[in-house]
């Protein structure tokens, strides 16, 4: 089963608006991770929420988990041309192996 | 800071032969590295976990003989891709998660491969 599946696939908005992503899973998890990636670029961290937290903030970023929907979101406010990128979420599931399942991915795209 | 980087950034091969590819944690430990191949607009599929000084852990479809993977310090690892095929054609990123910080991975910018 594919964990992280993230919807939706794409999303187009204006500078200044607030964009939000959402991320669905199937398994326990550890922790869940929010990632960006510009295109062709390697991918770069933007928060971790434990399994035991429930929103997160960092900057404009705010991320909520439910675990009892298994289910996260990802909000940007105030959007800027800059954040145009592809968004990915990734799980850790329990134990320790540390991997980290990724989602498909949302792009977002803000205008000018 | 936790920088990882990757060489070649880009790399186009002849069918049948090898490539390496170079993964470093420029200003940290990484006791683990992971592997991880992109095809265009999709997600990142995770291939192998590499510890340093021992065998990598590869996932499940990944022939282990096809891609080597050697962590032979705490700052480089590497994937060399064996007797590549134009279906190898890919983006290969790496990740590096710090000596005794959970689960956070810092990614290196990522290898495009071309096979002809």
């Known amino acids: 089963s594919q964990q992280g599946e993230e919807d939706p696939q794409a999303l187009s908005i204006q500078e200044g608006e607030n964009a939000t992503m959402n991320c669905s899973y199937k398994?326990?998890?550890?922790?869940l991770q929010w990632y960006r990636q510009n295109s062709g670029r390697g991918l770069v961290h933007l928060i971790l929420?434990?399994?035991?937290?429930r929103e997160k903030h960092s900057g404009r970023l705010r991320v909520t988990l439910d675990t009892s929907k298994k289910s996260s979101s990802l909000l940007i406010t105030a959007s800027r041309a800059a954040d145009t990128a592809s968004y990915f979420c990734?799980?850790?599931?329990?134990?320790?192996?540390?991997?980290?399942?990724f989602g498909k991915g949302t792009l977002l795209t803000v205008n000018p | 800071g936790a920088v990882v980087s990757q060489h070649p950034s880009r790399v186009i091969c002849k069918s049948g032969t090898s490539v390496k590819i170079e993964c470093r944690s420029l200003?940290?430990?990484?006791?683990?590295m992971f592997w991880y191949r992109q095809f265009p607009k999709q997600s990142l599929m995770l291939m192998a976990t590499?510890?340093?000084?021992?065998?990598?852990?590869?996932e499940q479809g990944v022939e282990k003989d096809k891609f080597l993977i050697n962590h032979a310090s705490l700052t480089l690892s590497t994937l060399t891709v064996t007797s590549a095929h134009p279906e190898d054609s890919s983006f290969y990123i790496c990740?590096?998660?710090?000596?005794?910080?959970?689960?956070?991975?810092?990614f290196g910018p990522g290898t495009r491969l071309t096979v002809t």
């Open positions: 990740s590096a998660k710090k000596a005794g910080e959970s689960y956070e991975q810092y």
């Open positions: 398994t326990s998890i550890n922790n």
């Open positions: 929420i434990r399994s035991n937290e």
């Open positions: 990734a799980t850790a599931g329990r134990g320790s192996n540390y991997k980290l399942t």
């Open positions: 200003d940290f430990q990484a006791t683990t």
């Open positions: 590499s510890n340093e000084g021992s065998k990598a852990t590869y």
